[in-house]
């Protein structure tokens, strides 16, 4: 009879059982989305997915192709999404929104891949990765899990620019090379990707004059890469949507606010140097602050400001690092967070955010800090590593019970317009977005599901 024998108990505590739990959290939020997932448009969803891929399929070369798809949106180039986007419709030979929808949610998973890799020499390095998933993968941000467009803009932005400073790490040509793929793909993802470009060189100028392990040939090349990618990006640059509609905005500061769906859009017109840097400052603490703290705008404020000084503090702390990626990558996300407040704060109200996508670079900053403070004072070896563990899990099963009813009220309201047969987009023309999909039903290159859905569905189910 063969003899079985359980690993040693601190082997087995320190690397099997955390293993364990973190693929049955990512196992249980990749089954959540993959059962209400929908194959049904949303938002942006019909501009930068749906008629572009109509406009590639009717282009009358493939230049015009290539023109469409790097086309400007809004205050954005998206062109590494709708490449993305356009593969997984050659793939199927149709664009189904449920598949888009995993896609789009693979780059939490490559974002936990390069934490995994970041940290992949560290002895405790499956603890730390739980905590990191059990921070992340959860309904927080449960408007854009579902959302595809907007999955891929905030995931993916966020995995091109990790996955840039990563390589950039102990540079060498090759490293450099593909350092600035990931960077362009950034900057053709969010316009908030350009930022990476910055980190980049923050992390060359560090292995020079810190680390003094490289020439400072390799800035100098990173900054001319920097200015032929973007002067590239600005060429034919126009103002955005966004900065138009920043410009129609009631001018009477005591009008009602004033809403794009539901979105509540400030009514300031003229306001004083006060008041901007005011509103800057709070909705950017807010942003920061809004995972942890998502029931006040004064609570996730005093929340943001507590992870920017903490976040200050341990770079301070440990700059001489020789590594320091795992710094850059949060110092990513707030920058991320300033430049979303530049393009934001002035039109609508710090109010919005608690429930809206940005929540999801606080989601991703909370648990960055959390993955660098666990690596540069090593709690995981003393007794605060359980109050670490009972903190996540803590946070993972709240957000999962707190915001799921509110995500099933959201998918309701998606659900209705479909079956009410409207696409509603903010901001745009009424009807336009209906004749979007439209063509796209009559051109073969979207099938919708059933009507009344998702009843009809169930009802299918039952009768096979």
């Known amino acids: 009879m063969p003899n079985f024998k359980l690993p040693p108990t601190s082997d087995f505590f320190v690397r099997w059982l955390p293993l364990a739990a973190l693929c049955a959290v990512i196992a249980h939020y990749f089954w959540f989305v993959n059962s209400h997932a929908i194959n049904i448009p949303y938002e942006d969803d019909i501009y930068d997915s749906l008629q572009i891929v109509s406009m590639v399929e009717n282009a009358d070369s493939a230049g015009d192709a290539f023109k469409v798809l790097s086309n400007q949106y809004n205050d954005h180039r998206t062109s590494a999404s709708r490449l993305v986007v356009f593969g997984v419709y050659l793939a199927e030979g149709e664009l ?24 992949r020499t560290e002895k405790y390095r499956w603890v730390y990765l739980l905590v990191a998933a059990l921070l992340l993968l959860n309904f927080r941000y449960f408007k854009i899990i579902l959302f ?16 840039c400073i990563f390589t950039l790490h102990k540079v060498s040509g ?3 090379l593909l350092a600035a793929v990931f960077c362009t793909l950034s900057s053709l993802t969010l316009a908030s990707g350009h930022i990476v470009w910055l980190l980049g060189l923050v992390s060359l100028l560090h292995q020079c004059l810190v680390s003094g392990h490289r020439s400072l040939m390799w800035p100098a090349m990173w900054l001319l ?26 001018d009477n500061v005591d009008s009602p606010p004033v809403t794009a769906g539901d979105v509540p859009l400030r009514a300031i017109v003229d306001p004083s140097i006060t008041q901007i840097l005011e509103q800057y400052a709070t909705f950017f603490l807010v942003i920061l602050g809004s995972a942890p703290i998502y029931i006040s705008t004064l609570g996730a404020g005093a929340a943001g400001l507590v992870i ?21 990558y949060c110092w990513f996300l707030v920058v991320f967070a300033a430049a979303v407040t530049v393009g934001r704060a002035l039109l609508t109200t710090p109010e919005y955010v608690l429930n809206q996508r940005y929540s999801f670079i606080s989601a991703l900053l909370v648990c960055t800090l959390a993955l660098l403070l666990q690596v540069r004072f090593a709690l995981v070896r003393t007794p605060a590593v359980l109050l670490v ?5 803590t946070y993972w099963s709240w957000s999962n019970f707190h915001f799921e009813p509110l995500f099933q009220n959201h998918m309701n309201q998606r659900h209705s317009q479909f079956n009410n047969g409207h696409f509603p987009v903010v901001l745009m023309p009424v009807g336009e977005s209906d004749r979007i999909v439209d063509k796209a039903i009559s051109d073969g290159i979207y099938n919708p599901p059933c009507r009344p859905f998702p009843e009809c569905e169930r009802l299918s189910s039952l009768g096979d």
């Not at 896609?103 to 490559?110: D, K, P, Q």
């Not at 990618?229 to 900065?243: A, E, K, P």
């Open 225 to 250: 890469v920097a200015t032929v990618v973007l002067t590239l990006w600005y060429g034919d640059f126009t103002q955005g949507i966004y900065m138009i509609t920043s410009e129609l905005i009631a």
């Open 389 to 393: 563990l009972l903190l996540a899990v």
């Open 174 to 176: 090759p490293r450099f």
């Open 96 to 119: 189904n929104f449920h598949t888009l929808t995993l896609v789009a949610n693979l780059g939490l998973l490559l974002i936990l891949l390069l934490f995994y890799l970041t940290v």
């Open 148 to 163: 595809s467009q907007a999955a891929f803009a905030y995931y993916y932005v966020c995995l091109y620019a990790f996955a």
């Open 308 to 328: 920017l000084l903490v976040l200050l503090f341990v770079t301070l702390k440990s700059y001489k690092h020789d590594d320091i990626r795992l710094a850059l």
